[in-house]
């Protein structure tokens, strides 16, 4: 278990708007309240060390670390006032432009009025604002935390819970003294992932991800100490993760899908640059502990293999200035069609079966006032079918989400640095400054698209797509999910997603030819495995 032992000790002179000089307490007893207000710029002085046995590589404290202070018996009563504190590395000291957030009160500084003279608290840890405290909840008593940077969730942090604290007055130095310690822990059922030879200056660009991995999200946190995840979201494996510059490299937070079972694992890195592949296989991981991978200088055999962005996409000329991917997503050497995948997952169905109640999104309940369970789909609902049933009415949870947040986006989880799906309004340039025609490359079959700008071409594999167990029109058509529902969000178009569809004369009765599609037909809906090709949007 990973630990951080510091002592925190908040002091703060007192001063009065009055001319008189005021008297000060001879002793801080319970009985005694505190009727001046706290000195704003308080300062915080930590002794920080390591536990020995751990293999943590934060040694010391960074700059703009966090520390936020939660009094147990103000959330128990609902009470929304926390201490939160900044680390200034240039001065050594933690302090805040203003002592506390209260508010409860009508002056910020009146918590400390009332604070306890002792009790607990909770502490956390949350590295470079990547986090920051969000709302309070008065019905559940609970903080939410809220990630600092757009879509990407929360990467990492350390805490205590029921930590004693004392407000005492300071005879000798005339102030009064706030004082916790507690030994800080990082989540014992984590794993973390140490990268070497990063400057504090690049961290920020890079992302990390691996099929076994789903990133750390401590969503928020109730009166007793309790971490809730978001996992309405953050549900599936695979996600990218920010990492935390600590000692000279990255640190990455992720729980394991499989822990101590062995797995063959590809950890994906990625910047704005380069993206970086590590296999490990045949791994066995367990949480708790902290694995060290090679600099990304070590390429080659045991180490990372590195491709630049540029050479994975081509300028088709068009006039968004966006770039198509040169491949599909998941594509090998032993798989040159890449990967299938349903709509919003980020990678292939378990045992490649491709159902409803397969599929990530969807909920097997009954659905009011219905009598019959059904499958349903409780994300991107907006007026869907029920599983099974064409132009059925909307069953499931109505979200009227029309396009795929983010953290589903299999090509931005996947590739990193800025690739994305496109929208169904993106494939429909794709298509508008290109002609089509069949193509078979390395020995594959396929259809290639060429700018009617410039003459640059991409290739689009005929991999078919998966439907229950079965793969259909392998080697006959090609089928790539758009990452939204159309292009109008009404109509059939607005209720399934769109995607691209390639046909070659022996599966189309028209003839070869290529189409936007998307209806509310059963093999149209979002847990079929289709291809997912790329865009890097500049």
Known sequence: MKRALFLLALTAALFSCSKEPVDVPEAATPENEVTDTIRHGATVRFDVSLSPETKSTKTEWEDSDEICIFFKSWMAEGKDAYLCLTYDKDYEEWSSSDPAWGYDWEDPMEWYNELPWNGTAHVFHFPDHFTHVGDYDSESHSYKFVSSYDDWPTVYYMYKKDVPFKFIWDEERQEYVFSISASLQRPDD??????????????????????????????????????????????????????????GGILFAARL??????????????????????????????????????????????????????????????????????????????????????????????????????????????????????????????????????????????????????????????????????????VKELIEYTTAEPYTQDGVVGARFISTVNGNWIFFPYAGFRSEQSLLGWGQMANCWTRSKGDSGIGSLGEVPGYLNIASNYYHDAGFGRWLDG???????????????PIWVP
């Not at 200088?297 to 293999?305: E, K, P, Q, R």
């Not at 209806?519 to 090709?533: E, F, K, L, Q, T």
Request: glycine share 10%; with cysteine.
């Open 519 to 533: 209806s509310r037909a059963h093999d149209d809906c979002p847990w079929i495995g289709r291809s997912i090709r």
């Open 190 to 247: 984590v794993a973390y992932f140490f990268i070497p030879g990063v400057s504090e200056r690049d961290s920020d660009y890079y992302t990390f991800s691996s099929y076994h991995l789903r990133p750390l999200v401590s969503s928020s946190m109730d009166a007793d100490g309790i971490i809730t995840e978001d996992l309405t979201r953050y549900n599936q494996r695979g996600g990218r993760i920010r990492g935390v510059w600590e000692n």
């Open 257 to 426: 899908a499989f822990p101590g079972v062995a797995k063959d694992y590809t950890f994906m890195l990625a910047s704005n640059e380069k993206i970086y592949k590590l296999f490990r296989n045949g791994r066995t991981l367990v949480g708790g502990k902290q694995y060290n991978f090679p600099a990304l200088t070590n390429t080659g055999g045991n180490g990372w293999i590195a491709n630049n962005h540029s050479d994975l996409y081509v300028d088709m000329g068009l006039p968004s200035g966006i770039k198509w991917g040169r491949y599909n997503v998941g594509i090998t050497p032993t798989n040159p069609r890449g990967d299938l995948i349903a709509w919003g997952q980020n990678y292939p169905d378990d045992n490649l079966v491709y159902t409803v109640e397969s599929y990530i999104y969807s909920n097997w309940t009954v659905y009011y006032p219905q009598t019959t369970q059904y499958w349903i789909i409780y994300k991107y609902n907006s007026g869907g079918v029920r599983a099974g049933e064409s132009n059925q009415g909307d069953f499931g949870v109505l979200d009227y989400k029309m396009e795929l947040e983010d953290c589903d986006d299999v090509a931005r989880n996947r590739c990193g640095g800025k690739w994305h799906m496109p929208t169904y309004a993106q």
